[in-house]
């Protein structure tokens, strides 16, 4: 908005010469691409691609020092959920050490072979399911930074992840 009122007031102003006329059009230029850039809506990531990247256990207990996963100190082993549009995560943590113990999630409309493959794809991970994949069966999946999802579809096609953490020391 201000930008848009500071412009005509510089056009208004009579440049002495062309190089005051051409920093007043650069002038303008910046102005309109910083509120074009800062006016833009920026779209969340997709937490079901990104899942396994965010909740790797050294991402998680980063977020948790940092303050962004907020943690009640006065309770030793504590859950945390986050619920977005697409999935809900449970963090189990332990407060005193700042870590992560393990995590639950839940997706939503992972309820096929053909989706659960996708996804894998998209999420750079590997399916270990010990049999011929056939999405209806318990799997596991070796997530990029070498943990281990523990899954399993639900009847209400919800796919259900879990994982342990052993580094919280």
């Given at each position: 908005?201000?930008?848009?009122?500071?412009?005509?007031?510089?056009?208004?102003?009579?440049?002495?010469?062309?190089?005051?006329?051409?920093?007043i059009?650069?002038?303008?230029?910046?102005?309109?691409?910083?509120?074009?850039?800062?006016?833009?809506?920026?779209?969340?990531?997709?937490?079901q691609?990104?899942?396994?990247?965010?909740?790797?256990?050294?991402?998680?207990?980063?977020?948790?020092?940092?303050?962004?996963?907020?943690?009640?100190?006065?309770?030793?082993?504590?859950?945390?959920?986050?619920?977005?549009?697409?999935?809900?995560?449970?963090?189990?943590?332990?407060?005193?050490?700042?870590?992560?113990?393990?995590?639950?999630?839940?997706?939503?409309?992972?309820?096929?072979?053909?989706?659960?493959?996708?996804?894998?794809?998209?999420s750079?991970?590997?399916?270990?399911?010990?049999?011929?994949?056939?999405?209806?069966?318990?799997?596991?999946?070796?997530?990029?930074?070498?943990?281990?999802?523990?899954?399993?579809?639900?009847?209400?096609?919800?796919?259900?992840?879990?994982?342990?953490?052993?580094?919280?020391?």
């Amino acid at each position: 908005m201000v930008m848009f009122s500071l412009c005509p007031a510089l056009f208004v102003f009579r440049p002495s010469n062309h190089t005051d006329m051409k920093i007043i059009y650069q002038a303008c230029a910046f102005l309109m691409l910083l509120f074009i850039f800062q006016s833009c809506a920026f779209p969340e990531p997709n937490h079901q691609d990104s899942f396994f990247a965010l909740c790797a256990s050294d991402v998680v207990n980063l977020q948790i020092k940092k303050g962004n996963l907020k943690i009640d100190k006065s309770v030793p082993i504590q859950t945390i959920d986050k619920t977005y549009d697409d999935l809900v995560i449970v963090y189990k943590v332990d407060t005193q050490k700042n870590c992560v113990l393990s995590i639950k999630a839940v997706f939503k409309n992972l309820n096929s072979k053909e989706k659960i493959l996708n996804w894998a794809q998209k999420s750079k991970v590997t399916i270990n399911s010990g049999v011929l994949f056939d999405g209806q069966r318990p799997f596991s999946i070796l997530g990029q930074f070498g943990g281990l999802f523990q899954c399993k579809p639900m009847s209400n096609g919800f796919l259900k992840v879990e994982a342990t953490y052993s580094n919280c020391k």
